[in-house]
C-alpha cells in the first residue's frame, strides 16, 4: 500500500475561528497576528489538532518574533462537530505560555490540567458567545 504524502495548505477558516475565539474570551497574552494556521492532509498522527512552535535559538538567529502555529488534521478535525472544533483550539491555544515566548505549556503542571482548563473554558466561551460579548 503506497503511503499518502504529506500535503498542508494555509487554512483562513481555522484563522477566523481562532479569531472569534480570542475576541470572546480574556486571554490577552496571545497574539492573534503570530499564531499561523494549516490544515494538513496525509499525516499518520492520530491527533485532531496540534501546535508548534519557534523555539528561542531559531528566533535569534533568525531574527524573528515568537510566533505559533495550529495545525488541523483533516481527517479528523473536518469531521468534528462546530463545538468539538472550538473546544479542539481553545485546547491548542492553552498550549501557548503567558508570556508568548515560543515555547509550549505542557498538557500536565502542578498547577493545572489542560484538558480541564480547556472544557471549563469552552463552557465559558459557549456562555459568552450566547450574551453576543
Known amino acids: 500500500m ?4 504529506l500535503e498542508w ?3 483562513p477558516d481555522i484563522k477566523k475561528e481562532i479569531s472569534k475565539i480570542l475576541k470572546v474570551l480574556d486571554l490577552p497574552h496571545l497574539q492573534a497576528k503570530r499564531i499561523f494556521c494549516y490544515r494538513t492532509q496525509g499525516s499518520k498522527s492520530r491527533a485532531y489538532a496540534r501546535i508548534w ?3 528561542k535559538i531559531f528566533q535569534d538567529a533568525l531574527d524573528l518574533e515568537p510566533a505559533y502555529v495550529i495545525e488541523v488534521l483533516a481527517k479528523y478535525y473536518d469531521k468534528l462537530s462546530a463545538d468539538e472544533k ?3 483550539l481553545i485546547h491548542e491555544l492553552l498550549h ?3 508570556n508568548f515566548s515560543g515555547a509550549l505549556v505542557p498538557h500536565l503542571t502542578k498547577n493545572r490540567h489542560l484538558g480541564k482548563t480547556a ?3 469552552f463552557t465559558e466561551y ?3 458567545n450566547k450574551l453576543n460579548i
Open 53 to 55: 512552535s519557534m523555539p
Open 119 to 121: 472544557n471549563a473554558l
Open 86 to 88: 472550538s473546544k479542539v
Open 2 to 5: 503506497k503511503s499518502q504524502k
Open 96 to 98: 501557548i505560555p503567558k
Open 126 to 128: 459557549k456562555r459568552l
Open 9 to 11: 495548505q494555509k487554512a
